[in-house]
Nanobody, 116 residues
Framework: QVQLVESGGGLVQPGGSLRLSCAASGISFSSSSMAWYRQPRQSAGKPRESVATINYRGTTVYADAVKGRFTISRDNAKKAVYLQMNSLKPEDTAVYYC???????WGQGTQVTVSS
């Protein structure tokens, strides 16, 4: 059974930084591609939007909205994936989820709020 546990969210001022973590279990982590998605409150009911992905080789892809500000990384020994978020903007406010690509499972998410 796939389990994903996100952490690290919180309230931060515009321009600030946060680092999200996701602990994964129940998968062959080192051979899995991982991703971070987000869902703003105003988009409830709509598909979650992809923020960043990292494949098993460490190749990364970012949404245009976060390029140059966010960095996805992984630690195969810890079965963890991270999202370093810098220069945060109010429009980054959302619940952030990590996901194993190709597996229909979601964690509980972690709330990120960017506000002064």
């Amino acid at each position: 059974q796939v389990q994903l546990v996100e952490s690290g969210g919180g309230l931060v001022q515009p321009g600030g930084s946060l680092r999200l973590s996701c602990a994964a279990s129940g998968i062959s982590f080192s051979s899995s591609s991982m991703a971070w998605y987000r869902q703003p409150r105003q988009s409830a009911g709509k598909p979650r939007e992809s923020v960043a992905t990292i494949n098993y080789r460490g190749t990364t892809v970012y949404a245009d909205a976060v390029k140059g500000r966010f960095t996805i990384s992984r630690d195969n020994a810890k079965k963890a994936v991270y999202l370093q978020m810098n220069s945060l903007k109010p429009e980054d406010t959302a619940v952030y989820y990590c996901k194993v690509l190709g597996v229909p499972a979601w964690g509980q998410g972690t709330q990120v709020t960017v506000s002064s």
